[in-house]
């Protein structure tokens, strides 16, 4: 019976009818903070697009992983800016590299912290794509090979779990059985397995310095307007072995997450992207909207869709937000 029996503001009308009955709740145990982090000593340097996300040397990394620690975060992505850049992007999987440097002395000083890594070439190499070139296109099966070598040198320096982000087809498989083959049979793959090839990723790419010099990544990540693949792609992943899919972005891309939810039951993870923090950012730099209660609802909204895991840039503000609510 509709109106006037049913009136569904009366359970709505204080805060705590609000919290009693509230579908969707964020912690901070869904939360991982990407990082970046660079060669030298004393870098504290920040990223113009990116207010509040800085490129950090190692020293300074675990200086602020006190404050990451503190706030009780799980896990950090983590990325690493190279010296130098090169066509095979062998800095990837130096075991002198800056991230396999930080990860061992980030294991040391935080062993209880995750540390994820981002596998990928893009950050490496000098042309800026996700793997090695022949005839001007990006050479998946050679390309796995290096996969395979950089996930494995991660795993060697003491990284937790392992994030492929490049969209070559069968990387998951060809890093699994590297891991599997040299006694990391335990390290779990969290898979970029949905990642579009959107233009959210701008900031990222003056982050990492990893925009293409040539082209696009539309030959290899997925077409924006696509869903019924990014099930094909899990699936896949799935069958090769991933732990954890991921969707990315996140904002533009909440039907994928409840799609991939619903269909697969296991953890799923959500990028909420560099783009989508910088929009954030620049809109309430200017006044136009109330950062922390705009990030709240973008955080809440990705999870309601069905993401278990959040990777964003806000995951310190969140905690802290998330923590001053619990106060009186
Ligand atoms: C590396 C990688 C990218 C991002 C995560 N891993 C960039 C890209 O694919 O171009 C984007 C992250 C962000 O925008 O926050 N391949």
């Given at each position: 019976m509709p109106f006037p029996v049913h009136r569904p503001r009366r359970i709505r009308l204080s805060e705590n009818f609000r919290r009693m009955v509230r579908e969707t709740h964020l912690a901070v145990d869904n939360l991982i903070y990407p990082m970046f982090v660079v060669p030298g000593q004393g870098i504290k340097r920040p990223i113009q697009s990116m207010p509040g996300i800085n490129h950090f040397s190692v020293d300074l990394l675990l200086e602020e992983l006190k404050k990451v620690c503190e706030l009780k975060i799980p896990g950090i992505l983590l990325f690493g800016i190279p010296q130098k850049k090169d066509d095979f992007g062998?800095?990837?999987?130096?075991?002198?590299g800056i991230v396999q440097q930080a990860i061992r002395a980030i294991k040391s000083r935080f062993p209880d912290l995750l540390v994820i890594t981002d596998i990928c070439m893009c950050e490496y190499t000098a042309h800026g794509h996700c793997g090695i070139i022949k005839n001007g296109q990006v050479d998946n099966d050679r390309t796995l090979e290096f996969l395979a070598k950089i996930a494995v040198s991660h795993a060697e320096a003491g990284a937790d779990m392992l994030a492929p982000s490049?969209?070559?087809?069968?990387r998951v498989s060809a890093i699994r059985k590297a891991l599997d083959e040299r006694g990391y049979s335990h390290i779990p793959i969290m898979s970029y397995a949905a990642k579009y090839a959107s233009s959210f990723y701008g900031p990222f790419r003056q982050a990492a310095e990893?925009?293409?010099?040539?082209?696009?990544?539309r030959g290899y990540q997925m077409d924006v307007a696509n869903a019924e693949e990014a099930l094909r792609e899990c699936a896949l992943d799935l069958e090769e072995g991933a732990d954890i899919i991921m969707v990315k972005p996140a904002l533009g891309y909440l039907d994928i997450i409840y799609r991939v939810k619903s269909k697969f039951s296991v953890p799923v993870a959500a990028y909420n992207v560099s783009g989508e923090y910088a929009m954030i950012k620049a809109a309430a730099g200017n006044g136009w909207i109330d950062e922390t209660r705009v990030m709240m609802e973008t955080l809440i909204s990705i999870k309601r869709a069905g993401a278990d895991i959040i990777l964003t840039y806000f995951a310190k503000e969140a905690a802290f937000a998330l923590r001053q609510s619990l106060l009186p």
């Open positions: 062998s800095e990837s999987y130096d075991p002198e490049d969209m070559m087809d069968g990893s925009t293409p010099q040539f082209g696009d990544r």
